[in-house]
């Protein structure tokens, strides 16, 4: 039916693509039958290729001359992969990632002014699917040959944690300075930010806005991505690796479900992380187990200088991203989550 879609992966997502698409007259409907498109959100790309390769999955499962609709955050090669698969099948995938332009709000996906949508896909496919797209998305993008809208969507990803992590600092240093007994009364309470992005995250840091539909997970599944195309041409990225595993850091002590700025609670005081939910034991089990960053726990509730050195013992991305090195998946940060 014309102006109909299924929908697969992430509730929240779904919710907000239902309503964002049903602006333009769009209707999402449960079953796959006689569907003019398919959209998908998954935050982790075992989950991706579940929902797409496994038996009975939409390959199989849609009728000829669909549209696979993939908001995701995947690699360029997946990408390619998928777009391979589904022409065989005579189904017409588009290469659809979305971004959040401002992951603090409550409800980030809530106006299609906050989101924005990198395109890539064959020329008439992605024609059909544009109608939709610009109902979801304030700014959709071409992109180009298939794969360039995952990488455009990766560039942006590895900036947007950077300046996350760099506000959260930054924000930490002025305060355990003020705090610390030889300081005296310093100014300024809080960093000026050196631009826009910066700001934001400042703002909602101070205002201590730690939820939100834009969770963690989301976050880390865009990075785990990003780590992966990286992997995939043979590039290292040693400060967008450090970002992961703080993230990480984050998810093991139970803040999966919260939005990214919560990663400034993790330089702050340990009664502040639990009247958050947050739970340092479970930090100090998973790494005890998996024979890593105990030298970051130690740094934080102790201030041992000589245990730091111990946190860089990372050899992969396993735990993060789900995938090591020779491309096994293990599961990931999924099975952080509290849910």
Not at 204 to 231: K, N, P, Q, S, V
């Amino acid at each position: 039916m014309e102006n109909t879609f299924a929908f697969f992966g992430n509730a929240a997502v779904g919710g907000a693509v239902e309503r964002l698409a049903a602006n333009a007259g769009w209707q999402r409907v449960e079953g796959l039958e006689d569907v003019a498109a398919v959209v998908t959100y998954c935050t982790n790309q075992q989950m991706l290729e579940d929902a797409y390769f496994d038996e009975g999955g939409l390959v199989q499962a849609v009728h000829p001359g669909t549209l696979l609709i993939d908001l995701s955050p995947s690699t360029p090669g997946f990408a390619r992969e998928l777009s391979a698969v589904a022409m065989v099948s005579d189904l017409r995938p588009v290469e659809a990632p979305i971004a959040v332009v401002d992951p603090t709000w409550e409800d980030a996906f809530s106006r299609p002014d906050n989101l924005i949508c990198f395109v890539a896909g064959e020329e008439d496919a992605v024609a059909d699917a544009m109608p939709l797209l610009r109902a979801i998305a304030g700014e959709v993008l071409e992109e180009g040959p298939l794969g360039s809208a995952q990488l455009a969507r990766a560039a942006r990803t590895v900036q947007q944690v950077a300046a996350l992590i760099s506000a959260a600092e930054a924000q930490a240093l002025c305060h355990a300075v003020r705090k610390a007994a030889s300081a005296g009364n310093l100014a300024p309470n809080a960093p000026h930010p050196i631009g826009d992005v910066s700001q934001t995250y400042l703002q909602a840091i101070l205002e201590e806005r730690f939820a939100g539909t834009y969770t963690l997970e989301m976050m880390m599944g865009e990075l785990a991505a990003a780590l992966m195309a990286a992997d995939d041409a043979d590039l290292i990225m040693p400060q967008t690796e450090a970002c992961m595993h703080l993230l990480e850091l984050l998810a093991v002590i139970g803040g999966s479900d919260k939005s990214p700025v919560a990663l400034s609670l993790v330089y702050g005081e340990e009664e502040a992380c639990a009247d958050n939910g947050l739970d340092w034991t479970r930090a100090e089990h998973f790494y005890s187990e998996e024979g890593g960053a105990e030298g970051v726990l130690h740094e934080h509730h102790h201030g041992d200088d000589d245990d730091y050195d111990e946190a860089g013992d990372y050899d992969d991305y396993d735990g993060c991203t789900g995938y090591d090195n020779d491309g096994v998946y293990h599961g990931g940060y999924g099975s952080y989550s509290p849910n």
